[in-house]
């Protein structure tokens, strides 16, 4: 018997958002693997049901795939809070459509896109200017399509629902992320903290809590914050850092950190060789 259009299963699957591991990234599930192509492709987008299409990246580190680079702006646009419920509708072309069910268990319309209504003199105005320019259009290269809805300083690193730091430290090897408040900083007397400059802090309006987490090439490690007069912050465990980086008084340390809504959780560190 044939198979009917209405029997066809569409392929789709369900997360729960927490901040603390979905800010950045989110991982999809592996038994959704299937569903995927192969090799995955490097771009996926997201439809919300307010209307807008969201470009993100694919990456896959061993053997889960996630939502990297544009996912923290859709997830910002959304305005996702810990705990809201998002599904995931797969068309087998790229795009998945996104619904988000807040707390209350209800599916919610998010960032609506703005429509603009036009009249029928802009139309025919539209129109005559159309005429204009398709006399030289052949002369002119087709422009790319892009996506408004696609940031490139919003390429954050992978951070998120990963088995274990060296899964992390995988994906960040390769992962440049040139979007998030930087400072540099080099070996000093006092390696054992961090401490991260007012001027910084204070430009981005960046909040922290009691603990972060320092990211290298090596994976992931917990340190605590510092006791000093409130106009200053710094985060113990920074010796451990720089002891398995070997850093030296000559190299300059790059500190990338990732925040969701201006509260810092994270610090990325590359070392610049002196």
């Keep these: 018997m044939a198979e009917n259009e209405d029997d066809v299963v569409i392929p789709r699957f369900f997360k729960v958002f927490f901040s603390e591991t979905a800010s950045e990234s989110m991982g999809i599930p592996m038994s959704f693997n299937e569903h995927l192509e192969d090799p995955l492709p490097q771009k996926a987008?997201?439809?919300?049901?307010?209307?807008?299409?969201?470009?993100v990246s694919f990456t896959k580190i061993r053997d889960c795939a996630y939502f990297t680079s544009g996912w923290s702006k859709f997830a910002e646009d959304h305005e996702l809070k810990d705990g809201e419920f998002l599904t995931f509708v797969y068309d087998g072309h790229h795009t998945f459509e996104v619904s988000v069910y807040g707390h209350c268990g209800c599916?919610?319309?998010?960032?609506?896109?703005?429509?603009?209504?036009?009249s029928d003199?802009?139309?025919?105005?539209?129109n005559e200017k159309e005429e204009d320019s398709s006399m030289d259009a052949d002369s002119d290269e087709e422009e790319e399509e892009v996506d408004p809805s696609f940031n490139a300083a919003d390429d954050d690193s992978l951070f998120g629902e990963v088995e274990?730091?060296?899964?992390?430290?995988?994906?960040?090897?390769?992962?440049?992320?040139t979007g998030n408040p930087c400072f540099t900083t080099k070996l000093k007397q006092r390696t054992y903290e961090l401490l991260i400059p007012a001027n910084v802090i204070n430009e981005h309006g960046l909040t922290f809590g009691d603990k972060i987490k320092f990211i290298d090439a090596?994976?992931?490690?917990?340190?605590?914050?510092?006791?000093?007069?409130?106009?200053?912050?710094?985060?113990?465990?920074?010796?451990?850092?720089c002891r398995r980086n070997r850093v030296r008084e000559q190299d300059t340390v790059i500190c990338e950190m990732f925040h969701v809504r201006k509260k810092v959780h994270s610090v990325k560190i590359t070392v610049r060789r002196g």
Excluded at 107 to 118: L, P
């Design 218 to 241: 090596e994976g992931v490690m917990k340190g605590e914050r510092g006791k000093l007069a409130e106009d200053r912050v710094c985060f113990k465990g920074w010796n451990r850092i």
């Design 107 to 118: 599916k919610e319309t998010r960032a609506v896109v703005e429509t603009v209504e036009i």
């Design 45 to 55: 987008k997201l439809q919300g049901t307010g209307g807008g299409v969201w470009t």
């Design 121 to 126: 003199d802009d139309d025919s105005d539209e």
């Design 164 to 177: 274990d730091d060296a899964a992390v430290a995988a994906g960040l090897s390769y992962m440049e992320v």
